[in-house]
C-alpha cells in the first residue's frame, strides 16, 4: 500500500491545518494509522494513532488541540490541528501498521511562525 499525506504548510501561531493521507487500496478499520512528526534536528515522534474500536490516542503535547479521524469508505486518514505553537513545525508523516509491517506516507511540512 502507498501512503499520500498532504496538506502541509505556512500558518500562524494559533492557526489551524487538516492534514490528509490518502492510501492507495482500501486499509481495515482495524489496522492502526497514526501520524508521526520530525523536527529539524530531532528524531521522528508519534503524534496521534486511531483504530476501530478504541479510543484514538495522542502525545501529551497536542492533546486537547489535534483531532486524529479516518475516513473508511474514502480510506483516508486526517489530522486536524488546532491552536498550532512554533514547537509544532515538523515534516508530519502518516503511518499505517499491517501485519506487522509499517508503511509510511512521504511526508508534508508544517511550520508555525510566531
Known amino acids: 500500500v502507498q501512503l499520500q499525506a498532504s496538506g502541509g504548510g505556512l500558518v500562524q501561531a494559533g492557526g489551524s491545518l487538516r492534514l490528509s493521507c490518502a492510501a492507495s487500496?482500501?486499509?481495515?478499520?482495524?489496522?492502526?494509522m497514526g501520524w508521526y512528526r520530525q523536527a529539524p534536528g530531532k528524531e521522528r515522534e508519534f503524534v496521534a494513532s486511531i483504530r476501530s474500536g478504541r479510543d484514538p490516542n495522542y502525545a501529551d503535547s497536542v492533546q486537547g488541540r489535534f483531532t486524529i479521524s479516518r475516513d473508511n469508505a474514502k480510506s483516508t486518514l486526517y489530522l486536524q490541528m488546532n491552536s498550532l505553537k512554533p514547537e509544532d513545525t515538523a515534516v508530519y508523516y502518516c503511518?499505517?501498521?499491517?501485519?506487522?509491517?509499517?508503511?509510511w506516507g512521504q511526508g508534508t511540512l508544517v511550520t508555525v511562525s510566531s
Open positions: 503511518k499505517a501498521k499491517i501485519e506487522s509491517e509499517n508503511y
Open positions: 487500496r482500501t486499509i481495515s478499520s482495524s489496522v492502526v
